[in-house]
């Protein structure tokens, strides 16, 4: 457990070096949690409430998911797994002397925190000065919602690494990484809360794993899910994690076989 922790640090420490991306990263989130809270607004007004959540409620929740695009890698694959493949590089990464799924882990949870201290803080923030919003005063919350957010790291991480897999296969992986993005986009409430899908749609994609990306993280924070109902959020996280990485590790198993190392 040390050597991913090191691991983790090492690469917490590598994104403090893209100081213009993460500007622009800041930037970006904030403009367009901005726009959308105007859209929202202008929805709320027709109905008090949509989706049991009220104007507050949904404003919230459009800067907690401005604030989750970063942690959970939303827009993008975000691994530099296919880019290796197709250096050759990732021979070198198959024979170190780790876990290969567990180090691309440990790579992606040290991305993730450096993302939610640098990216996400500051658009709510500004969100928070221009909107009416929904803070907790309570801190079991906050750290109720962190554990939520920490989960949904995971769940993300496990998606995004089937896709960047696919890279073993198809060398070009561009089509697989953008469905992914898309269906994330969609199905993760990154556009809209997942309550406010109509019917059966808003049934099913609150079964899947995308719900744990934005979804219920934001229930925790907003106070829509409490006592035993955190919980069970908690059980929907870690359930989909570990069936998305064990499938992560059969396709990894599967990959080794298609890699031919030359010269060595």
Same mark, same amino acid.
């Given at each position: ?105 440990? !790579?992606? +949870? ?6 939610? @201290? /640098?990216?996400?803080? *500051? &658009?709510? %923030? ?50 697989? !990484?953008? +469905? ?6 969609? @199905? /993760?409430?990154?556009? *809209? &809360?997942? %309550? ?69």
């Amino acid at each position: 457990m040390v050597v991913y922790a090191l691991i983790t640090r090492q690469a917490f420490r590598r994104y403090l070096t893209y100081r213009g991306a993460l500007f622009g990263g800041v930037l970006a989130n904030t403009v367009f949690g901005v726009i959308k809270a105007f859209i929202m607004t202008a929805v709320w007004r027709q109905r008090a409430t949509i989706g049991g959540y009220g104007l507050a409620d949904a404003l919230t929740y459009v800067f907690l998911a401005q604030a989750m695009i970063g942690p959970m890698s939303l827009l993008a694959n975000g691994l530099d797994i296919p880019a290796r493949v197709r250096s050759g590089d990732i021979g070198t990464d198959l024979f170190r002397p780790v876990d290969f799924q567990n180090y691309w882990l440990a !790579t992606d +949870l040290g991305r993730a925190g450096f993302a939610l @201290l /640098g990216r996400s803080v *500051v &658009p709510f %923030v500004i969100g928070g000065l221009l909107f009416h919003l929904h803070v907790p005063e309570d801190p079991r919350v906050w750290a109720a919602f962190l554990v939520a957010v920490f989960l949904g790291t995971v769940v993300s991480f496990a998606l995004r690494y089937l896709a960047a897999m696919s890279a073993f296969w198809l060398l070009d992986e561009k089509g697989v !990484t953008g +469905l992914a993005n898309v269906l994330t986009s969609f @199905l /993760g409430g990154m556009i *809209v &809360p997942l %309550v406010l899908f109509p019917g059966w749609l808003g049934h099913l994609a609150r079964m899947l794993p995308w719900a744990s990306l934005v979804q219920l993280p934001a229930d925790v924070f907003l106070g829509k899910r409490t006592g035993a109902a955190v919980g069970g959020a908690y059980l929907f996280e870690a359930g989909w994690a570990v069936a998305l990485l064990l499938a992560g590790r059969l396709v990894t198993r599967r990959a080794r076989h298609r890699v031919v190392v030359q010269g060595g």
